[in-house]
């Protein structure tokens, strides 16, 4: 059940990710990500007075924190990368994210880092390397390049927030998670309002409050999931955004999948999946640390 309810919010977010990319090109990465917060907090807020408000204790607030700071600059880079490379080939760049998070779990929780890690860093490196050799043969021009590094530099900090979510979802509720995770992110954004806010057109309201709907719903679901499985094996549900990716870029913006994106995606899941020595590994190594 936690994998399914964890496919279904992989599958929102998913969604969400196309109408964020039509914001994006119109109203620029931060308003839309301002005024996606300011939607996603008045949500939570709404679900949390539903269940009950309960104090955070010292551990979940100090958790909400740091996991709204590394996520809200994580979306920046992904929404800003996003708006200027096709959407399969940054989600295909994102998949390293999964086995970045095997790596800083061996880092952070003193986890062995066996061989076959290693290789699938490798290995993962090439199909890196290949998605990147096909942008340069497809001639997207600089702001790609730039985009996909900003992609890369996202799928760090998200194998960050992977850690954190496990980590949270046995600290604090869904409601309470949702909500407080958007404010934290909503006033470090709003530390640069004066100067970068400004009020979105009436034809982008629609879409913010889609995107806002879409978030909470899926990050509500996929904090119970975290909940109630086994980190190492929920992060597999990632790699089917492929498919969503694919699709949506195709039918809304146009897009094609490269040969190369593909072949790059398939040698980075497989290193991914090679990766994982034990579905539970994470999870042991996890709720050891809290």
Not at 18 to 25: I, Y
Not at 162 to 187: D, F, G, M, N, W
């Amino acid at each position: 059940m936690a994998f399914f309810v964890a496919a279904i919010g992989i599958g929102l977010f998913s969604i969400m990710d196309a109408v964020m990319k039509g914001l994006v090109l119109a109203i620029g990465v931060y308003n839309t990500m301002l005024w996606r917060m300011v939607g996603n907090v008045a949500l939570g807020t709404v679900a949390w007075g539903a269940i009950g408000y309960r104090r955070p204790s010292r551990r979940a607030m100090l958790l909400h924190v740091a996991r709204g700071i590394v996520g809200g600059a994580m979306a920046l880079l992904f929404f800003w990368g996003l708006a200027r490379v096709p959407m399969a080939q940054a989600i295909a760049l994102s998949y390293i994210a999964p086995l970045l998070a095997l790596l800083l779990a061996a880092r952070w929780l003193k986890e062995h880092v066996s061989r076959r890690t290693i290789w699938a860093a490798f290995a993962a490196s090439f199909g890196i390397a290949t998605i990147f050799i096909g942008q340069s043969r497809a001639a997207l021009g600089p702001e790609a390049f730039a985009g996909a590094l900003a992609v890369l530099a996202s799928a760090v900090l998200y194998a960050v927030n992977l850690i954190l979510a496990r980590l949270q979802s046995l600290a604090a509720r869904p409601a309470e998670t949702a909500c407080l995770q958007s404010l934290v992110i909503l006033l470090m954004l709003g530390c640069a309002a004066p100067w970068l806010a400004a009020l979105p057109p009436a034809e982008t309201l629609a879409p913010l409050a889609l995107a806002a709907g879409l978030a909470f719903v899926s990050m509500m679901l996929l904090s119970w999931a975290y909940a109630h499985g086994e980190a190492g094996y929920l992060a597999m549900t990632e790699y089917t955004s492929f498919v969503y990716a694919a699709v949506l870029g195709f039918v809304i913006f146009g897009e094609r999948v490269s040969l190369y994106t593909f072949i790059g995606a398939v040698v980075i899941v497989a290193a991914c999946v090679y990766a994982a020595r034990r579905r539970d590994i994470a999870a042991q190594s996890l709720e050891h640390a809290a």
